[in-house]
């Protein structure tokens, strides 16, 4: 019985882990020099919605573990209006993870920050941000009236935060 019993939890959580969605092909990236972000409405770690402000000039992308463990790690250093005292967004890509992994183990954790993370949750939605980008480190874009006017890529805790408070 026990045998049959941790065959289908096995059975379950491969089923569960497995990703058939592909990202798209041919999409046009997003973040690209003079395109514009504004209108741009993600959902953070608790489920509210957040429309890109006018008044947001720096966004920070985190595209995988690595980079957003490097952002959170600083952010939870700071108060919790850090992020917008200094105009700034900052979006993790959990796209890439098992549906069941995201809903077990990220979101929840996600929902411990006292920062605001807004989330890119769907592959599709995701392959447009991540096109052409580095996505082993954080990207770093500035704004001007929701047009972008920069994009960098920062490594360490000390290139955000330099980067943030410019």
């Given at each position: 019985?026990?045998?049959?019993?941790?065959?289908?939890?096995?059975?379950?959580?491969?089923?569960?882990?497995?990703?058939?969605?592909?990202?798209?092909?041919?999409?046009?990236?997003?973040?690209?020099?003079?395109?514009?972000?504004?209108?741009?409405?993600?959902?953070?770690?608790?489920?509210?919605?957040?429309?890109?402000?006018?008044?947001?000039?720096?966004?920070?992308?985190?595209?995988?573990?690595?980079?957003?463990?490097?952002?959170?790690?600083?952010?939870?250093?700071?108060?919790?209006?850090?992020?917008?005292?200094?105009?700034?967004?900052?979006?993790?890509?959990?796209?890439?993870?098992?549906?069941?992994?995201?809903?077990?183990?990220?979101?929840?954790?996600?929902?411990?920050?006292?920062?605001?993370?807004?989330?890119?949750?769907?592959?599709?939605?995701?392959?447009?941000?991540?096109?052409?980008?580095?996505?082993?480190?954080?990207?770093?874009?500035?704004?001007s009236d929701g047009k972008i006017l920069t994009i960098a890529t920062l490594a360490t805790d000390k290139e955000l935060q330099a980067f943030i408070e410019k």
């Amino acid at each position: 019985m026990i045998k049959i019993i941790t065959a289908i939890a096995l059975t379950l959580l491969f089923v569960g882990c497995g990703s058939k969605e592909e990202a798209p092909q041919d999409i046009e990236a997003k973040i690209v020099v003079g395109k514009s972000l504004s209108g741009l409405t993600l959902q953070d770690q608790f489920e509210k919605e957040h429309t890109l402000k006018a008044t947001t000039t720096k966004v920070i992308f985190a595209f995988d573990k690595e980079s957003a463990h490097i952002c959170n790690d600083f952010f939870v250093t700071k108060d919790a209006s850090y992020l917008a005292d200094n105009n700034t967004e900052f979006i993790a890509d959990v796209s890439a993870a098992p549906s069941l992994i995201r809903t077990l183990f990220i979101l929840p954790g996600l929902k411990d920050f006292k920062h605001t993370v807004l989330l890119l949750n769907d592959k599709t939605v995701a392959a447009p941000f991540r096109k052409d980008m580095d996505v082993e480190k954080i990207v770093a874009i500035t704004l001007s009236d929701g047009k972008i006017l920069t994009i960098a890529t920062l490594a360490t805790d000390k290139e955000l935060q330099a980067f943030i408070e410019k």
